[in-house]
């Protein structure tokens, strides 16, 4: 299994990027699916998660700017993010809950994307 993002780069503030994360391989079903980032010298921090149902929750800082979604067609994660701030300047993760054939549930993390809001 691999969680694939991508969708990072360099914008300025109040701009918007969109990030996209494909989980693939021998997979059976995915429950919740979540963006982490990780700041320099920083922690790495939830910024939001969706159920399969579309049940979804923010971290105050970026609530009413970013949007989670998924395609679970598609075993696809988005968030779309506008009016970006330098502090949302990070390494994005993606995370899923997900089950495999004959495999109980396990978290799996993908590569970190990164994201740059600069001037």
């Known amino acids: 299994v691999q969680l694939q993002a991508s969708g990072g780069g360099s914008v300025q503030p109040g701009g918007s990027l969109r990030l996209s994360c494909v989980a693939s391989g021998s997979i059976f079903s995915i429950s919740r699916m979540a963006w982490y980032r990780q700041a320099p010298g920083k922690q790495r921090d939830l910024v939001a998660s969706i159920t399969r149902l579309g049940s979804t929750n923010y971290a105050d800082d970026v609530k009413g700017r970013f949007t989670i979604s998924r395609d679970n067609a598609k075993n696809t994660v988005y968030l779309q993010m506008n009016s970006l701030k330098p502090e949302d300047t990070a390494l994005y993760y993606c995370?899923?809950?997900?089950?495999?054939?004959?495999?109980?549930?396990?978290?799996?993390w993908g590569q970190g994307t990164e994201v740059t809001v600069s001037s």
């Open positions: 995370n899923a809950d997900l089950s495999r054939l004959g495999i109980s549930q396990e978290n799996y």
